[in-house]
């Protein structure tokens, strides 16, 4: 959900120094970091919240037990290939390998964004070439925060889109989970 870029005048943070600024960030703003610059990060609405809750709800009971666990949109994904460094914060996200740093994954398996008028552009262009490029990501899904629709892009079947709505069930092949695309909504 990048807003606005913000960075030191005639200067480009490094990923350390963003972490650094970020992880001791007492300002409620959370930031987003794509090769040195910094993105503020929009709030988020009523509608948003609820439809990421439930489905983070949705994914702790299914995953209960398994050595897989969800994360809130308070958890950063880290993305490197090569000198290409970001960090982004997807509204979920599974991961199913061990993690050993406290404040980002770099391994999910499942990342989902709730679309919103101001994210859904870089959700489906930026962060979907991003995304891609990790290697233990299997899915990306994308849910309309207006109204009960989900897209899926997968690895297995290159990165094509797949769209589901209203009574429709989608399958999250990443953890055997299905869904009534509308019980996300109600």
């Not at 350390?16 to 610059?37: C, I």
């Not at 702790?60 to 982004?88: A, N």
């Not at 404040?103 to 979907?128: A, G, H």
């Not at 899904?141 to 589901?164: C, G, I, K, N």
């Amino acid at each position: 959900m990048p807003n606005s870029a913000f960075v030191l005048p005639d200067s480009i943070l490094t990923p350390e120094a963003y972490l650094l600024m970020e992880n001791d960030n007492n300002t409620g703003t959370r930031h987003e970091f794509v090769n040195g610059l910094v993105y503020a990060m929009t709030g988020a609405s009523r509608d948003h919240n609820r439809i990421s809750r439930r489905l983070y709800v949705r994914l702790s009971q299914h995953l209960q037990g398994t050595r897989c666990e969800p994360f809130q949109s308070d958890m950063k994904v880290k993305i490197q290939r090569g000198g290409d460094v970001r960090f982004y914060y997807p509204d979920v996200q599974v991961a199913c390998e061990e993690e050993t740093d406290r404040y980002y994954n770099e391994r999910p398996c499942l990342i989902v964004e709730v679309l919103s008028d101001s994210t859904q552009r870089t959700d489906r262009t930026e962060k979907l070439m991003a995304y891609q490029t990790i290697e233990y990501l299997q899915e990306y899904a994308l849910l309309s925060q207006d109204s009960p629709y989900l897209e899926v892009y997968r690895r297995r079947t290159a990165w094509q889109r797949e769209s589901f709505s209203e009574k429709q069930s989608v399958t999250l092949e990443s953890i055997d989970l299905t869904l009534v695309v509308e019980a996300l909504y109600s």
